[in-house]
């Protein structure tokens, strides 16, 4: 059982950044690819970023490429997901998950979902 729980988000204006951070409880965090999600008020939840178990490959979904990076420090069982030149698009519920050990893209793919962090971006 892997426990997740999300921070960080908030309030921003456009063009600023944000940080968000995904704390884990696996004591196997090494062994997991993480990816980060997110839900904007009446759409599906949709593929931001994932990383690979080592944190070596990753991979954006295309609105995000140049924007955000996702890092991941399997010393402090966190990924992390560092967005800059926000846009009110951008704004949302993010949630981290942890996969199995190849990256994924899919929601489906993912076991372990945190509860979320509300990202908001005013114009």
């Known amino acids: 059982q892997v426990q997740l729980v999300e921070s960080g988000g908030g309030l921003v204006q456009a063009g600023g950044s944000l940080r968000v951070s995904c704390a884990a409880s696996?004591?196997?965090?090494?062994?997991?690819?993480m990816g980060w999600f997110r839900q904007a008020p009446g759409k599906e939840r949709e593929f931001v970023a994932a990383i690979s178990r080592n944190g070596i490959t990753t991979y954006y979904t295309d609105s995000v490429k140049g924007r955000f990076t996702i890092s991941k420090d399997n010393f402090k069982n966190t990924v992390y997901l560092q967005m800059n030149s926000l846009k009110p698009e951008d704004t949302a519920l993010y949630y981290c998950?942890?996969?199995?050990?190849?990256?994924?893209?899919?929601?489906?793919?993912?076991?372990?979902w945190g509860q979320g962090t509300q990202v908001t971006v005013s114009s």
């Open positions: 696996a004591r196997a965090f090494s062994n997991y690819a």
């Open positions: 998950a942890a996969g199995g050990s190849a990256l994924q893209l899919s929601s489906s793919k993912y076991e372990f």
